[in-house]
């Protein structure tokens, strides 16, 4: 008899755009074709910073009908998108308002706030999560006094609003739950004292959901609108990118590895099987979010490539190869930025804050486009170095290897950097790692893979993977990054 190949459709929502792939998998077969894929463009309103949510939905659909016609039929439907962020509903499941963008202002001055209530280091002994000044807390204790909220009885997460769209069915997944705040990733439940301190609502939020636990079924006007042919169950998965990100990094059994999920932001870290709640884990700015089987995500955020797209913005979209070819012969560590500084966090003069950063720290200032790409990779190397390093000494985990997976996996000069900067092999690939482990837990919840250790080895078997083995010692990158720490 032969083995069934099906195919899933995973919704895969950026930070700058989106994408629909279709995933077809069968025993010892994993594929993955892009059907769609549409700008995510959010909007600046007289409110504020605000996502175009029914932009992107409407590309949702679309790409949802150009899958049927890639795959003849679609097995079941995942959706995965970026942290934090949520829409608000009436009580008669009407949308209030468009949803507000993290990169918004409103959360200025907040943290400072609810700290007076629940102290920082108590927030963190509890929830485990970093400070980020958009986590969900900080955006419902900005919106306190708001009439949306004051009217909304339901909020849903991004991917959990759009499934809600697609099926009617209202729910709440746990590992984007996990970056809310509200989280206490020893339990994997709301942590209740901590939202009835701050004067949250936790009813607000529909029951929670993981990974493989069904979501429903399209509904009849989806089916009709997109062509699909149904019943199309929609599938639980890591509904925060990161985590499905997370799920497809092609680890070989045994394999001590750190990972650095790679796009607009560099998440570097671990897995782990239980939180680092300790008090020097919270002064390192680590996070303890939750994948896959309860597994912990350990991980920082770095700003990552969005430094180099928004230069690129800047800069009238020039050739990238062209311009990372002349950036590897820029003269290597000249000038560093601190990657996690919130003072690159807001859109606009990319390449005037980088150069005021490093004219500030009385470092030479790069100039010419070649330069200040140069002078970002070599610091988003450094911070994955910093982050992989004190990760293993936080949760006393040491690696062997570093698996790069997500956009970055096609930026050679990033990759081999960053195996220089952690003296450490860098496995690189697959690209597409967030689509992948979306498909891959909806397969699996099909029961046609098996557990995390055998979808990784599918991964490995199937997907291209690059190797980049270090060169020299890490004498230049501990000097720079003594220079960068003195500061």
């Known amino acids: 008899m032969t083995a069934p190949v099906k195919s899933y459709a995973a919704v895969d929502l950026g930070a700058s755009s989106g994408r629909v792939m279709v995933g077809r998998v069968g025993p010892d077969s994993l594929g993955l074709t892009e059907a769609h894929r549409f700008p995510n463009r959010p909007v600046r309103t007289p409110e504020g910073l605000r996502w175009d949510i029914l932009s992107l939905y409407a590309g949702v659909l679309d790409g949802l009908r150009t899958a049927g016609q890639v795959a003849g039929r679609v097995d079941s439907v995942g959706i995965d998108s970026w942290a934090v962020d949520y829409g608000l509903l009436d009580a008669d499941g009407a949308l209030l308002g468009n949803p507000v963008h993290y990169r918004d202002t409103r959360t200025q001055g907040v943290a400072e706030k609810v700290w007076a209530t629940v102290p920082a280091d108590e927030l963190y002994a509890r929830t485990g999560l970093q400070y980020a000044p958009f986590n969900t807390l900080y955006q419902l204790a900005a919106a306190r006094e708001s009439a949306q909220l004051a009217h909304a009885e339901r909020l849903l997460l991004i991917p959990d609003l759009l499934t809600y769209w697609l099926t009617g069915e209202a729910g709440t997944e746990l590992t984007n739950a996990s970056t809310t705040q509200l989280i206490d990733p020893r339990t994997r439940d709301w942590a209740q004292d901590v939202a009835s301190r701050l004067d949250i609502d936790l009813g607000l939020f529909a029951p929670l959901r993981r990974p493989g636990d069904p979501a429903g079924l399209l509904r009849p006007e989806v089916l009709e609108e997109t062509g699909l042919t149904g019943p199309v169950p929609v599938t639980t998965v890591g509904s925060h990118d990161t985590a499905s990100a997370v799920a497809a990094v092609p680890a070989t059994g045994g394999e001590r590895f750190a990972y650095i999920c790679t796009g607009t932001w560099s998440l570097a870290g671990l897995e782990l099987d239980a939180p680092v709640l300790t008090e020097a884990s919270r002064a390192a700015n680590f996070t303890n979010e939750l994948g896959l089987d309860g597994t912990v995500r350990y991980l920082r955020n770095i700003m990552g490539l969005w430094l180099l797209q928004e230069c690129l913005r800047a800069w009238g979209d020039p050739e990238l190869t062209e311009l990372l070819r002349a950036a ?112 891959l837990v909806q397969a699996r919840a099909d029961g046609l893979v098996g557990d995390r250790t055998a979808m990784r080895q599918l991964l490995a078997r199937t997907q291209r993977l690059e190797r980049y083995e270090p060169r020299g010692d890490t004498a230049a990158w501990r000097a720079a990054e003594a220079r960068l720490t003195a500061r």
């Open 328 to 439: 590897a012969d820029v003269p290597p560590l000249r000038s560093v930025v601190d990657a996690g500084d919130a003072a690159f966090l807001a859109p606009g003069r990319m390449p005037a804050r980088i150069a005021d950063a490093c004219r500030d720290s009385g470092q030479p200032v790069p100039e010419s486009p070649a330069e200040i790409t140069r002078c970002i990779l070599d610091s988003l190397a450094l911070a994955h170095r910093r982050a992989i390093t004190e990760a293993q000494a936080l949760a006393d985990h040491p690696v062997d290897v570093v698996h790069i997976v997500g956009g970055g996996t096609r930026n050679a000069l990033l990759c081999q950097l960053t195996a220089d900067a952690c003296g450490l092999p860098v496995v690189a690939g697959p690209a597409e790692a967030a689509a992948l482990g979306n498909v």
